[in-house]
């Protein structure tokens, strides 16, 4: 039987930081929950890092996940926006190292790409095709959550595909492992 895994994915933000919970079975996936929060209230940069901190802890100790999925901060231009989003990244890092949580850092060009097939995909184009896979009802209202999800998400197929792959390292083994399918 397969085991189950919680993946906790972490789109990281100093205004909104989204996050998603699925639970995997196997080769299939299940949303568990997924939500956003809301930073833009607080005018202090510290206080919002504290918030990110607080509530990345609580959704571990809620949901007791086993690997976190981190959307990577991008290159852009502005230097002071790159500073921020890497601490906000880095607080939310600490916060499930002290839960010893495996952490997972994806592009967001690869998490797009694991999702849509399209690295340049739009935020609209991921959150759709994530209600479908995943039978979400309703999309949120901010897409920052689904971005979240579809951290966890890209995390869960890039692990079946390694499980997938069936495990050869060369044709001599595979042929030992399959004999039945080979013809000679």
Request: glycine share 8%; with cysteine; charged share 20%.
């Amino acid at each position: 039987m397969a085991k189950e895994r919680i993946i906790l994915g972490i789109d990281p933000g100093t205004t909104v930081m989204g996050y998603g919970i699925i639970r995997c079975i196997g080769n299939k996936a299940d949303l568990v929950t997924m939500g956003v929060l809301e930073l833009h209230k607080y005018g202090d940069h510290y206080l919002k890092l504290q918030k990110i901190f607080e509530r990345v802890v609580q959704l571990v100790e809620s949901y007791h996940p086993d690997e976190l999925a981190i959307e990577a901060p991008f290159y852009g231009k502005n230097v002071q926006s790159m500073l921020k989003l890497g601490r906000a990244q880095g607080v939310a890092m600490a916060a499930a190292l002290t839960r010893s949580i495996p952490i997972f850092e994806y592009a967001p060009l690869r998490i797009k790409q694991a999702i849509t097939g399209n690295g340049r995909a739009s935020k609209e184009q991921v959150a759709m095709l994530l209600q479908n896979l995943l039978k979400i009802s309703e999309l949120p209202k901010y897409l920052d959550a689904t971005d979240g999800l579809a951290a966890a998400y890209c995390h869960f197929l890039q692990n079946q595909r390694v499980n997938i792959s069936g495990g050869s390292k060369s044709w001599k083994e595979f042929m030992s492992k399959n004999p039945g399918r080979v013809k000679k």
